[in-house]
């Protein structure tokens, strides 16, 4: 019965992180967030995505033009939506859904991937594990997120955004000894991913649906 509560417990909080991470806009952002930007009250005329002062012109740079009518229909749907928060959020799921990769926290996964994404890493999971090797990857540090596109298909939302971030890869056996990689060489990794929600949905959560190589 313990274990059962615990795990509960741990589910609930990686459920919270998400919604703090990919949530919706609280009014007090300082910077973009992940998978925000303030915006106007929509009307019926094209406008350009609107970013809270402080954000504007980062949300401007990281935003694919093909993107912004998307966008636009996602903000047309869910008003407290907030392109900025959305990037600043993305890059932390990025981030938490790389870890969990790595560390073979398959439990944690579920809560941040659709089915078919988590059916994906946990055969690759497993095929490290015959193997015999464990990752000793470091993410260095995300040098741009940008959104490249986003549509809305009925309720279903869905937004790309292109990763550009430095990896430390380190692959070991069971013995720790060095199988490839190094942890003083960072590799150029470049990643698009695809976040997708049910709009209007008791959910708030944005959760991975595709990956691919840029």
Do not use: C
Not at 47 to 75: K, M, T, W
Not at 76 to 95: C, I, K, N, S
Not at 126 to 150: F, P
Request: proline fraction near 4%; charged fraction near 30%.
């Amino acid at each position: 019965m313990f274990v059962v509560v615990l795990l509960a417990m741990v589910a609930g909080f990686l459920a919270l992180r998400l919604y703090m991470v990919l949530g919706k806009r609280t009014g007090h952002e300082q910077v973009l967030p992940k998978p925000a930007e303030e915006r106007a009250p929509v009307t019926s005329l094209p406008r350009p995505i609107e970013v809270v002062q402080e954000s504007r012109e980062i949300a401007n740079r990281n935003i694919d033009p093909r993107a912004e009518a998307g966008l636009r229909a996602i903000a047309a749907a869910e008003p407290a939506f907030d392109v900025g928060q959305f990037l600043e959020g993305a890059q932390g799921a990025y981030r938490m859904i790389l870890e969990a990769f790595w560390k073979g926290d398959e439990e944690s996964l579920a809560w941040l991937v659709e089915d078919e994404v988590r059916v994906s890493f946990a055969e690759a999971i497993v095929a490290r594990r015959d193997a015999g090797h464990v990752l000793d990857n470091r993410l260095v540090s995300i040098e741009r997120a940008m959104i490249s596109d986003a549509s809305v298909d009925g309720r279903q939302a869905r937004i790309t955004v292109r990763f550009d971030a430095d990896i430390a890869a380190v692959t070991r056996d069971a013995e720790d000894n060095l199988v490839s990689g190094s942890m003083s060489d960072a590799v150029e990794t470049h990643d698009v991913w695809t976040f997708a929600r049910t709009l209007k949905s008791s959910d708030p959560n944005w959760k991975l649906a595709d990956t691919d190589e840029a």
